[in-house]
């Protein structure tokens, strides 16, 4: 009995308690004094077999148990850890601790009777030691969510480990082909492989082990299978394929088991119809991204959807009217069915009272609603109609939606700012676009957000707005997009945290304010055909190494360009065609490797040809046409000159001589143009 505590007292003394935060372990160990509970038990001279987590076998007072999870341990367990002294062990638990990123010892092999071993997310590197093969008697084995442990010795280990029922690897880095032996621990009832790098074709007989309720192999980009032909025989609960490569049709094998609660298959390729028996499932019914097609059934069990909470039907080819039962069911909060061909008017008996999210968007839906009709939902969070054929109608409303974060209403018919938006204060996405409405941005609209984490995402673009941009809070907007109106005036100055502006084809004026260099942020930046002067702000392209779009194209710069241009990283467009830049084409902009556009048209450049942009591997169109360009034109040295050149204009320019020939020999992009968006915008 003094041995055996005092090897639990020694192996403790090596660690501290360690505050720190961790997703996975704020998550699964909700109870915050867990740690201090199970340590301020372990008082020595006491029996450590009434220490909480130590568990002892009743007739030989052999340690057989010992649950550590959650205890925030900090520190490594080397290879003399007194641990190890403890043979008996049949349950080891270190889930959810922190071990430093320290390798797993190979002395875990000596725990021959060991039936369970959690070690998941707990900070382990390195690779899973062979010596794990020796634990012939686990039942249950849980390395997951050790983002840095290998295991490409899964095979070697899982080959001896024949009473498995648990296994879960979920964020290993395996790296190899699902091994067939794994249709060889005939007791698996939980097997879980996500985010594994799982390669090559899955043995669709592991969908018919007799026991296995729970199979998930999702974010397995590489893994591939086709289950038309496949018979699922196994009972499943859960099934989770997210994010792998999998395409047919659903079998209707596992037709005869009525006992699935949990379904995900989003992003993947799967076609044809639904089965009737996906209807079944109890939970969660996810089939987001994939082709499916067909209509939805008019009417299903009551009793089986009873407890179904989230239904993902989104981007897929589903058609027929949306059923008044998806709104009815007890249970449900998030319904998504966006992105497909429903036709024919939105049910206006939305009876369940659980609905949190719903997102109807980009269908064909047609018809005029009364958006009151959701006005009973009271925990209403986010809604989504935009996209489809709807008048919809915001006044009068009955309900405030003050807990409202998430609105999209574009192409709704919409012709002034919806009034019940003024007390959103927990607003996060807006999306009002491609509407007729027209007026001032109101003052409210300040306040969008305020009480929340602030106005995140706003859309007004093709609208008729007039007035300036003053009533907009932009200090923590990350993406503003004020296209296509008659706006006027000067742009905000606190855009700190801004990553994409898009103000084009309005009347906008003024200089561009040199706050905007204080967004590390900014991503794109489009401000093309509208009314502003000035220079261009020599901070620009020495801000962000994250942007990546600088569209100025079609206003009154004036001007040269900052012959220092820094972080440009991520460059991919740089258009100022169409105002009044003159002077050279700074050389530094060499610097930029990944960009793709360049358009310097319909200018007053005074320089020769930027011959040193032949070495630019991405550059794909070059516009110089209608500046004052002179001289012969001549090429670097570099070998393969403009690689990816697919258009380029220097027409109306000062040149003499002959195109390079080496030039001509090089621009084979032009033969295999690919239409991308960058440069199809070139050839209208």
Partial sequence: MDARRFDLDDFLTNYIIYDYYDVNYHYHCREESHATKTINSWKKGTDCCMWDGVQCDPSTGHVIGLDLSCSLLNGTINSNSSLFLLPHLQNLNLAFNYFSFSHISPEFGRFLHLEHLNLSASKFSGQVPSSFAQLSQLKSLDLSHNYDLKMPNLQMIIKNVTHLRQLHLDDIEINAVVPHS??????????????????????????????LHALNLGDNAYLFADFTQSNWSSPLEELRFLSCNFTGRLPHSIGQSNS???????DNKFHGLIPQWIWNTTEIIALANNYFTGELPSSVNQS?????????????????????????LPSIALLRLNCNHFTGQISTKILSNSL?????????????IDLDMFSKLKNLSSLSLSGNNLSVLTYPMR??????????????????????????????????????IHGKIPVWMQNLGLEGDGLFVANLSHNSITGGLENLYCKRIRALDLRFNSLEGMLPKDTLNIAYFLASNNRLNGEIPLSICSSNQLEILDLSNNSFSGGIPSCLLNSSNSLQVVDLRLNNFNGTFSPRVGKC?????????????????????????NLEVLDLGNNKFTDTFPYWLDTLPELKV????????????????????????????????NFSGKLPRRYIENFKAMIHYSDDDKSSMYLE
Avoid at 260 to 266: F, H, K, Q
Avoid at 622 to 640: E, H, M, Q, T
């Fill in 304 to 328: 089986m959807s009873q407890d179904l909470g989230i239904l993902l039907l989104s981007y897929n080819m589903l058609n027929g009217s949306i059923p008044s039962w998806l709104f009815a």
């Fill in 569 to 593: 990283d991520s460059l991919e467009i740089l258009a100022v065609n169409g105002n009044q830049l003159e002077g050279l084409v700074p050389r530094s902009l060499i610097r930029c490797r």
């Fill in 260 to 266: 699935m609660r949990i379904m995900d298959l989003v």
């Fill in 622 to 653: 070059l516009i110089l046409r209608n500046n004052s360009f002179y001289g012969v034109i001549k090429s670097s040295r570099a070998k393969g000159p403009f690689p990816k050149l697919q258009i380029v204009d220097i027409s109306s320019n």
């Fill in 399 to 436: 309900s405030n939606w003050s807990n409202l974060e998430h609105l999209e209403l574009g192409s709704c018919n919409l012709r002034e700012f919806p009034d019940f938006l003024r007390k959103s204060s927990q607003m996060f996405w807006l999306d009002l676009s491609n509407n007729q």
């Fill in 182 to 211: 794994l249709l060889n621990l005939s007791s698996l009832t939980s097997l879980s492989l996500s985010n594994c790098g799982l390669l090559g074709n899955l043995p669709t007989e592991i969908m018919s082990l007799l026991y």
């Fill in 356 to 368: 949190r999210r719903i997102s109807l968007a980009h269908n064909n839906l047609s018809g005029t």
